[in-house]
């Protein structure tokens, strides 16, 4: 087998837009799951058939219950068939699942880790050189410990000549201790550096899109304070219910779900100052620096910066539909909220007294995330006199999904003899203007993880200021008796959240 | 897909810009979500009977769409311009989502039109955006006036039976413009694999130790041989100079800096799809590597210096001809700089 030399820069990948990975290894625990299914061997199906998986590629699935290496390669190639976004190619898909592996175990039995690293031994030695590892952790969420200290028993967190790196699904811990609590068992075993923990969110382009849009154009650092901008609303609505998701949202909700990992993100990408390069750790310390930036609010101020709500039956897309606590799987007495807002201020100097606002919530009127920059008004209108009421703030809209792109809106003159203005919008969509689609946001991310990119990843401190900054209100939530104020399905969410809103502020009609 | 179209005979580039202008108006205005694709110019010239064929080329390219496609058809005889604007769009789009449009010309012009041709073309083009011209027909004096308007030059290097004249209009062409090769494309997942094949640490250092380098590919695509080994030639600094033809291929010595590098151009026969067969890659401490094409991807044979021998398959499924020049209009908006100096290296060897 060779041996590792000192490294030179490898002058062939100059000009090519996919670079090397070094050959790998992975490892899915929770294989016959269902992320595994619809995303994870989809993504490396369609990895392998743009021919971005790295040279050498072998798969192993680690899941409880029995089953052959053939039954997992037929579920595998199932799940492909269904859920890829390209047609599969026969070949190629039957090249990528010839040499998987399949291994029974339980997540704490000892004996499914000595499989499991004999295994990898058998890939290395079959090919004469030494593959990197990934473990993917894709179970439930309590059996993340349990997986990593094992994997430290089987002394797999270290490979010579090769690199070890793993990854941990969302959510990271429940509150702020649990993600403490879990880190520390983390990093007990696995450096910093090999432990990626995946925000999948954080691979769609059109987030990745946020930095570009700040840090590749001169117009918009200028106004991006608090002397120009008076408020951002980030919105994250759904239109749909918890289906058949109700185990495991009814212990997490909104908060949870999607405010203290996307949402937060988003706000971290909108307020980041620009980073001096864009090595992992760069864009990340200045990530960490804004969301370290947010002041918690104190527990007992939690009513006046953050508000909860449920959905009660209405209607959505003219077809009734039923309030939360009628949905199959749900507590009778659940106080879990399916909506929730909060005011927070980013204390530092771009940002001092610039309102952020972040509501996200199921069955609401429409799906839409977005982050709206609201400007302030202009300091004198001088046409007020000839009836120029539809003059409002200028506004820029970075439309995450379904709609990708970027919205300015602007005040014009309404043609005719008189000076009267109304707001015009200026509208850039990204499916206008780019040949490619976008990747799905696991294949870029396991890829990332392949290369030990870990840019689109969540660094240790990153998880603990994201919790910080949720905690007092999940705590103020669990400890109050103050019933959950009800939306009708459908709706624009629960009037309460309007009391959130300082000055003149409104939300952006869903 | 529907479309809405404009058409007249002995028109004017003038008429066509307006009807591309009103055509745009008046699907916007039947519904806003309607918005033109604002990506690329893409000009191609064709002979008029062959048009069908590139037509459907076109057609099939799937999401690598030009915004704006002008197909000039050059019919022998003509004297006038008659010409078809036409503007596809999505027949449902999904509420509340924008829905791109595509727009397109096609201008019957006759052989006169050619050398002036881009007095034609240019009140047609969208401004501000990339334009490519492609002529798969030759045509080359269309394609000399064309470039005061042209950003990007596609082109298949392995169209001329004559390899040294195709490649010394690519480098002439290339002094003026961006060149997109097709031959250089359909030879990427080969230099992608190499690359990765020297890329861990403890292979990296064979590089320097390439004694030996064979190159199999169809008979007609002898530019793509050329352009894989002047693209490693360039990158690694050998100095390429002019190999001999012997009997069916061409060979040779190049110099680098730890020797003599033999390389061997080898026509295969069996290959029926343009591009490269096969590559196999030696070093003087006897390491060997190749890769073939195979199902599902490519089959690699590496061999180490004790004779031990790995075979593994190198997954990617093939792209085809439609895919290759979707991929060509989609290298317009990127730049490669390492096509020029594999070009130059490449001339050099079949000169």
């Keep these: 087998m060779a041996t590792a030399v000192a490294e030179q820069p490898n002058p062939l990948t100059e000009g090519l837009e996919r670079l090397p990975v070094h050959p790998t290894s992975l490892v899915i625990f929770g294989a016959t799951g269902d992320l595994s299914h619809r995303k994870l061997v989809p993504a490396l199906y369609n990895l392998a058939h743009d021919g971005s998986l790295p040279e050498r590629f072998n798969l192993i699935g680690v899941s409880r219950s029995e089953k052959a290496h053939e039954d997992y390669r037929a579920d595998m190639r199932e799940a492909i068939q269904k859920f890829s976004r390209t047609p599969p190619d026969p070949d190629v898909l039957e090249k990528l699942l010839e040499n998987a592996k399949y291994i029974p175990g339980l997540f704490d039995d000892d004996a499914a880790y000595a499989k499991v690293a004999s295994a990898l031994d058998e890939y290395d030695q079959e090919a004469g050189i030494v593959f990197n590892r990934i473990f993917y952790l894709s179970t439930a969420p309590e059996f993340f410990p349990v997986i990593v200290e094992k994997l430290g028993t089987a002394r797999l967190q270290h490979c010579e000549h090769a690199e070890t790196r793993v990854v941990i699904e969302k959510p990271f811990g429940r509150d702020l201790a649990s993600a403490r609590e879990l880190n520390r068992r983390v990093l007990e075993v696995f450096d910093e550096s090999q432990v990626f923990r995946i925000d999948h969110y954080l691979g769609k382009e059109t987030v990745q899109n946020i930095m570009a849009f700040r840090f590749a154009n001169t117009m918009f650092e200028p106004i ?25 949202y009814d212990q997490a909700g909104a908060l949870r779900d999607l405010i203290q990992n996307h949402m937060l993100e988003l706000l971290a990408n909108v307020g980041m100052e620009p980073p001096a390069g864009f090595p992992a750790d760069k864009v990340r310390d200045e990530k960490v620096k804004v969301i370290e930036s947010i002041q918690p609010p104190r527990v007992e101020d939690v009513p006046k910066t953050a508000v909860r709500g449920q959905y009660a039956s209405g209607v959505v897309g003219g077809e009734p539909v039923p309030g939360y606590l009628e949905e199959k799987g749900v507590r009778e007495d659940s106080k879990t909220e399916t909506y929730a807002a909060l005011r927070l201020e980013v204390s530092n100097w771009r940002w001092a007294g610039v309102p952020f606002y972040l509501r996200t919530g199921k069955r609401l009127a429409r799906k839409v995330t977005e982050i709206a920059i609201q400007l302030k008004p202009v300091p004198y209108l001088a046409f007020q006199a000839q009836g120029s009421l539809g003059v409002q703030p200028n506004e820029l809209v970075l439309m995450v999904q379904p709609d990708e792109g970027v919205t300015v809106s602007l005040s014009a003159k309404i043609p005719g003899a008189r000076m009267r203005i109304r707001p015009v919008n200026m509208e850039f969509h990204y499916g206008t203007s780019f040949l490619s689609a976008s990747p799905e946001a696991y294949e870029r991310l396991i890829l990332d993880a392949m290369r030990g990119d870990a840019t689109l990843f969540t660094r240790n401190d990153e998880v603990d200021a994201l919790w910080r900054v949720v905690d007092p209100v999940l705590q103020y939530w669990q400890e109050t008796d103050d019933p959950v104020p009800q939306y009708p399905a459908g709706s624009q969410g629960p009037e309460e959240a309007n009391a959130l809103l300082r000055d003149a502020a409104q939300w952006r009609p869903l | 897909m529907p479309e809405d179209v404009w058409s007249e005979q002995d028109t004017t580039p003038s008429a066509v810009e307006e009807a591309f202008r009103r055509l745009l108006f008046e699907r916007h205005a039947a519904d806003a979500a309607y918005a033109p694709a604002r990506v690329l110019n893409l000009v ?31 019919e022998p005889g003509r004297t006038t311009m008659d010409a078809r604007v036409s503007m596809e769009y999505a027949d449902d789009p999904a509420p509340g989502a924008p829905a791109v449009m595509h727009e397109g010309a096609e201008l019957r012009i006759g052989p006169q039109h050619l050398r002036a041709l881009d007095t034609v073309v240019d009140p047609i083009l969208v401004q501000g955006l990339i334009t490519m011209v492609w002529s798969p027909h030759g045509h080359d004096e269309a394609v000399d006036s064309l470039l005061r308007l042209s950003h990007v030059v596609l082109l298949d290097s392995v169209e001329e039976l004559d390899v040294r004249a195709a490649l010394g209009r690519v480098e002439q062409l290339a002094q003026r413009v961006y060149i997109v090769d097709l031959a250089w494309l359909r030879s990427t997942p080969w230099r992608e694999r190499v690359c990765a094949t020297f890329d861990p640490p403890q292979w990296r250092g064979e590089l320097r130790r390439i004694s030996g380098v064979t190159v199999r590919h169809r008979p007609e695509s002898l530019s793509s041989a050329a352009l894989f080994c002047g693209w490693l030639a360039s990158r690694l600094g050998w100095r390429a100079d002019a190999l001999t033809y012997v009997r069916d291929h061409h060979e040779g010595r190049l110099r680098a800096r730890h020797g003599a590098v033999a390389v061997r151009l080898e026509p295969n026969e069996q290959q029926h799809v343009p591009g490269l067969a096969g590559v196999t890659i030696e070093t003087a401490s006897g390491m060997s590597i190749s890769l073939d094409r195979g199902p599902g991807g490519l089959s690699a044979r590496r061999v180490d210096p004790k004779g031990r021998e790995w075979r593994w398959t190198v997954l990617g499924a093939s792209r085809g001809e439609t895919g290759i020049l979707g991929e060509g209009v989609r290298q317009a908006l990127l730049r490669d700089p390492t096509y020029r100096p594999a070009l130059d290296a490449a001339a050099a060897m079949v000169a």
């Design chain 1, 224 to 248: 991006w304070n608090r002397n120009t901008i008076d408020h951002v609303q980030i919105t994250a609505a759904e239109d749909i219910g918890i289906g058949t998701r109700a185990g495991y």
């Design chain 2, 44 to 74: 191609v010239v064709v002979d008029r009977e062959w048009r069908g064929e590139i037509a459907n080329r076109l057609e099939r390219v799937g999401r690598y769409h030009a915004s704006r496609t002008i197909l000039c058809t050059v």
